[in-house]
């Protein structure tokens, strides 16, 4: 029988809620940039000028966390509810408030899940950055998002590096801020099969304020795995950094 994550849901609807009204007169990041040419070339300056400065979503104390994990040809799930914080020594720490669902999800999808994120963040950040030094980005078109619109680059890497992703990339045609990475990423152990991966990130006051990734990889003898992870920061700022 699949498993109910509406009362762990609402539970993190509680606590993400009250993590937003920790710094409520927090003001988001004024970044001014002053190019020539076109909107597109604006925002795309916009864009790499957002790497220099720090990920809410890495740094910004506290950030709430809610993961949705699951079996879907098995129809077992299970959900973590978590905020982390910064620590001194191991940078971000994870603290765990409620874990709930299928014993098997939780070791073979959540704990296989992080061990796949320490891949990830053991790069260095400067091999991994979205931007010119690294890939190669070609403009494929402009989409509506609902009030607004965002510029649309299929990326590719330059090197066959770990970590890096070849997809496609929405950039805000406003502020340049990321809202939406979607692709595979490279060079990640999975067991068999890609590591897939949609972000979207939703904008306030032109800063990034909530982001939701969807991951999926493969698991010996279970099938795909699925991985919904959505964090809320508690001051709105510059998010800057591929995942």
């Known amino acids: ?21 920790i710094r409520p007169n927090a003001r988001a990041a004024d970044v001014s940039i002053q190019v020539g040419g076109s909107a597109r070339d604006l925002a795309f300056a916009r864009y ?14 506290p950030v709430g966390v ?6 879907p040809e ?3 799930s299970a959900a973590l509810l978590a905020v982390r914080r910064q620590d001194e020594n191991d ?29 990830f963040d053991a790069q260095p950040l400067s091999s991994v950055a979205i ?22 680059y299929d990326i590719a890497p330059k090197k066959n590096r770990r970590g890096l992703v070849v997809g496609q990339l929405w950039m805000d045609s406003e502020t340049g801020r990321e809202v939406v990475l979607s692709g ?18 939703t904008l306030m006051n032109g800063s990034a304020f909530a982001r939701v990734t969807h991951v999926s990889f ?6 795909r795995a699925e991985v919904v992870i959505t964090e809320i920061v508690a001051t709105p700022e510059v998010t800057a950094q591929p995942y």
């Open 91 to 119: 940078g971000g720490q994870l603290d765990v408030l409620q874990i709930a669902g299928d014993g098997t999800v939780v070791e073979e999808v959540l704990e296989r899940y992080f061990a796949l994120r320490q891949q």
């Open 131 to 152: 931007t010119p030094d690294n890939y190669k980005f070609r403009f494929a078109g402009e989409v509506k998002t609902g009030g607004g619109a965002a510029y649309v």
């Open 1 to 21: 029988m699949p498993f109910d994550s509406s009362p762990l849901r609402r539970l993190s609807g509680s606590v993400l809620l009250l993590i937003l009204c």
């Open 48 to 61: 790499i000028a957002a790497h220099g400065q720090r990920d809410p979503f890495a740094t910004s104390e």
């Open 66 to 71: 809610f993961i949705e994990a699951s079996l």
């Open 184 to 201: 595979h990423s490279t060079g990640i152990s999975t067991a068999g099969g890609r590591f897939d991966v949609v972000r979207d990130t």
């Open 74 to 76: 098995l129809y077992k």
């Open 218 to 223: 493969a698991v010996p003898l279970l099938g």
